[in-house]
C-alpha cells in the first residue's frame, strides 16, 4: 500500500479563498475590514518568515495586516503595553504574539494580557478553557487545521483511537481536545510515555507534534492508519538544508493510508486558520453572526 499524500497547500487555498469572500461580504454588508495585529520580538530568523508569510496571507484574504516589531532587549512590560493598546484599538480584531518571546520575558503572563475576544491564537486561559469545557471561543490554529486535514480523508472520526505524540499548549493539548469533541478516543503520549512505539502502533490517527525529526518510524504505524505529522524540522542532509516531519515519511507512506508531508502538509492550514479566526473574531466582537469560514 502507499498511502494518499494529504495536499494541505491545496486545502489551505481553498480555505483562504472563503474567508476572502467572507471578508468581501463583511465589507459589503457593514463596511468592516478586520485586522489583524502581529507582535514580534527580536529577530529570531524562523519567526521573521513565519510574521512575513502571515503579512502577505492576511492582505490577500482582503484584511488589514498591523505589524509591531520590538528590539529583542524590549522588557516585558513593554510588550504587555504594547498588547493592552492593541486591546483598546477597535481597528485591531486579532491580536497574535510570535512565540517564543525572548527568554528574558514571560510569554504565559503577555498571553494572558489578550483580551480573549481578539487571542486569535486561542492561548489564553479563558479560549483554553472554553475548548476543555466544550463551549465556543477561538481554538489554536494549528490543531484546528490538523483536524480539518483528517476528516478530508474520513469525514466521520467518531470512535477512532487517536494517539497525540507530543503535549504542547501551542499544538498536543488543544489538539487531544479536539479529536476528543470529534468523538475519538484519545491517547496523549509524550516523551516519558512508556512503549511509546507500541502505544503508536493502536492509533488509527496518528498525531506527531514532537519536533524531533523523523522520530517516528514506519515500524510504529499501524496499517491503514491517517498520519498528521506537525513538526517542521530543519535538518541538515547531503549537504543540503531540509524541513522534514517528526515521521520517517518513506517508511511511514507505504503502511499508512494517508498521510501529511512536510513541507505542504499542516503547515499552510496553520496561517489559513488564522485568518479564519480573525474574521471570526471580528464578527463575534461586534455580535454578528459567526461568517461561512
Ligand atoms: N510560533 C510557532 N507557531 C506559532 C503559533 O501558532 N502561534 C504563535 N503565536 N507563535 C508561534
Known amino acids: 500500500m502507499s498511502a494518499d499524500i494529504i495536499d494541505g497547500k491545496a486545502a489551505a487555498a481553498t480555505l483562504r479563498e472563503t474567508i476572502a469572500v467572507a471578508v468581501a461580504a463583511m465589507k459589503a454588508d457593514h463596511e468592516l475590514q478586520p485586522g489583524l495585529a502581529v507582535v514580534l520580538v527580536g529577530e529570531d530568523p524562523a519567526s ?44 485591531v480584531d486579532g491580536i497574535l504574539v510570535q512565540l517564543p518571546l525572548p527568554d ?74 479536539l479529536l476528543l469533541a470529534e ?19 493502536g492509533a488509527d ?15 510504529w504505524v499501524k496499517e491503514g492508519a491517517i498520519i498528521i505529522d506537525v513538526g517542521i524540522n530543519r535538518i541538515e542532509e547531503d549537504g543540503k538544508n531540509r524541513l522534514v516531519g517528526d515521521v520517517d515519511f518513506d517508511a511511514a507512506k507505504v ?14 492550514m496553520t496561517i489559513a486558520c488564522l485568518l479564519r479566526n480573525t474574521v471570526i473574531a471580528a464578527a463575534r466582537r461586534r455580535g454578528f453572526s459567526d461568517p461561512a469560514v
Open 48 to 91: 521573521q518568515v513565519y510574521v512575513r508569510n502571515k503579512g502577505v496571507a492576511t492582505e490577500k484574504a482582503g484584511m488589514r495586516s498591523i505589524e509591531h516589531r520590538l528590539p529583542a532587549d524590549a522588557t516585558e512590560e513593554a510588550v504587555t503595553d504594547l498588547v493592552r493598546r492593541l486591546n483598546a484599538d477597535d481597528t
Open 183 to 201: 468523538n475519538c478516543t484519545v491517547t496523549m503520549a509524550h516523551s516519558r510515555t512508556k512503549n511509546l512505539a507500541e502505544v503508536c502502533r
Open 205 to 219: 490517527i496518528l498525531c506527531a507534534a514532537v519536533g524531533r525529526p523523523r522520530m517516528i518510524g514506519g515500524d
Open 104 to 177: 528574558h520575558i514571560n510569554s504565559a503572563r503577555v498571553i494572558e494580557e489578550i483580551d480573549p475576544a481578539k487571542d486569535v491564537d486561542g492561548l489564553t486561559e479563558a479560549n483554553a478553557g472554553r475548548l476543555m469545557l466544550g463551549k465556543p471561543g477561538l481554538v489554536p490554529c494549528t490543531p484546528q487545521g490538523s483536524i480539518i486535514l483528517a476528516k478530508s480523508v474520513r469525514g466521520n472520526l467518531s470512535g477512532l483511537h487517536a494517539v497525540v505524540v507530543g503535549r504542547s499548549i501551542l499544538v498536543g493539548k488543544p489538539l487531544a481536545m
Open 255 to 268: 503502511r499508512a493510508s494517508a498521510i501529511t508531508p512536510v513541507p505542504g502538509g499542516v503547515g499552510p
